[in-house]
Every structure is written in C-alpha cells, then in structure tokens.
Nanobody, 115 residues
Framework: QVQLVESGGGFVQVGGSLRLSCAAS????????MGWYRQAPGKERELVGS???????DVADSVKGRFTISRDNAENTMYLQMSSLKPEDTAVYYC?????????WGQGTQVTVSS
C-alpha cells in the first residue's frame, strides 16, 4: 500500500505560478515510478508527466517548458512546479505512484487559472 497526500492547488491568474506537492508514505526507492495526471471538466484524464526511480523526468508536450517535476528523496515528496499558467491548465491534478503491480492515487487538488 502507498498513501499519497497532495497539496498546493488553488487559484492563480494567467501567467502565474503554482507548486503542487505529493507526499508518499513509502520511500521513492521502493516505488517504480511517480507522476502527475490532470482532469479538466468534461475531459479525459491526461498525463502531465512522470519521474522514474532513477530520477528521469518527462512531461507532456502541452506543458513542456512550463512545468517541471522534481522530488525530495529525504522527504519522500514529489513536486510539480507550474509556471506561465494558462486557462487550459485548469483541472484537478492527481499524483500517482506505481508500486509492484498496483497504481496508487492522491486525492486530487484543484488548480484554477483565471484570465
């Protein structure tokens, strides 16, 4: 089992920045991968990006150059740094972790970008 607790969502104006956090109950070295999805109203869940056990990151083309994934191994916390936010980034953001054969999810945090 892996528990994931997200924080950091909220309201921000276009062009602003936010940092989301995802605290895991297990050490990153025990997890196969972690990352972020988002889901906007009326749309399917979309992969934002991921980070492997080795620290390799990848983000979707729609957020490349604006979003960065990082982690603090000592705190077992993953971050999603979002900048130059656009209205289309408005969504509920979910972190996930893959552990053994299962996928675990955070509770989700709302990000609203107003113009």
């Amino acid at each position: 089992q892996v528990q994931l607790v997200e924080s950091g969502g909220g309201f921000v104006q276009v062009g602003g920045s936010l940092r989301l956090s995802c605290a895991a109950s297990r050490s990153f070295s025990r997890l196969d991968a972690m990352g972020w999805y988002r889901q906007a109203p009326g749309k399917e869940r979309e992969l934002v990006g991921s980070i492997t056990t080795g620290g390799t990151t990848d983000v979707a083309d729609s957020v490349k150059g604006r979003f960065t994934i990082s982690r603090d191994n000592a705190e077992n916390t993953m971050y999603l740094q979002m900048s130059s936010l656009k209205p289309e980034d408005t969504a509920v953001y979910y972190c996930y972790a893959r552990y053994q054969v299962s996928l675990y999810w955070g509770q989700g945090t709302q990000v609203t970008v107003s113009s």
